[in-house]
């Protein structure tokens, strides 16, 4: 059965001053979550799912797997896209959250460049993206930007004690230079 979509300023052929009447449930949001079909991903799908969300899963499957999300395929209010966050997309989203990355160093020491393309090109896309819908942004990142740390628990003032040849380097201290790229690209660009 089709529901009809009622304009909140209509309901009831009244007007409501703009103010959404009691009873009417927010109007769900419009998600991207790259990495979703990984282990961090596909628990944040289910959530936003839960919560009336809209949810677009943008995956390669370097790590992640379809059966990790396989239980939403049937909801129309989820969409999966194999593509690689290297290569630019186009989406009409509310909201961002960027987790497309090897977390395991098993993983992202398997070929060293591409987990760099990903951090870095992958993450200006998805920046670009969301410059060019408005939408809001969220990236994870991971401890060991902290190195191997001479502080537990690191508070905000803790700089970390990165080895910068280290295995580590190649997925950690990224995380730094995304914070550059937020500035650059929301001020600057
Ligand atoms: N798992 C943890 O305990 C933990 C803790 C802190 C931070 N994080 C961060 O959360 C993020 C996700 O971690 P996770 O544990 O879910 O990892 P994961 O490997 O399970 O998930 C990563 C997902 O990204 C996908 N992916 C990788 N490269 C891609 C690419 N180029 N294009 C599209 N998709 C790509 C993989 O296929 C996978 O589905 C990482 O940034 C990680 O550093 C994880």
Redesign the pocket.
């Known amino acids: 059965m089709r529901h009809k979509y009622y304009e909140p300023a209509m309901v009831s052929g009244r007007s409501t001053g703009g103010k959404i009447p009691l009873g009417l449930k927010r109007k769900g949001l419009r998600i991207v979550v790259?990495?979703?079909?990984?282990?961090?991903?596909s628990h944040l799908v289910d959530r936003l799912i839960s919560r009336g969300d809209s949810v677009i899963v943008?995956?390669?499957?370097?790590?992640?797997?379809k059966e990790n999300v396989m239980h939403h395929f049937k909801n129309p209010r989820f969409e999966m896209i194999r593509?690689?966050?290297?290569e630019p997309l186009l989406l009409e989203v509310d909201q961002i959250y960027h987790?497309?990355?090897?977390?395991?160093p098993v993983?992202y020491k398997h070929n060293p460049v591409?987990t760099i393309?990903?951090n870095v090109v992958?993450t200006l896309n998805m920046l670009g993206l969301a410059k060019r819908v408005g939408a809001r942004f969220l990236l994870?990142?991971?401890?060991e930007v902290y190195g191997d740390p001479l502080q537990h628990p690191q508070v905000e003032t803790y700089w970390g004690n990165v080895n910068p040849i280290g295995n580590s380097f190649l997925?950690a201290p990224f995380a730094p230079f995304f914070l550059y790229f937020f500035f650059f690209f929301f001020l600057v660009c």
């Open positions: 790259t990495g979703g079909a990984g282990f961090v991903g943008v995956d390669n499957f370097f790590t992640g797997r593509h690689d966050v290297v987790l497309a990355c090897p977390a395991s993983h591409k393309k990903t992958g994870t990142s991971t401890s997925h």
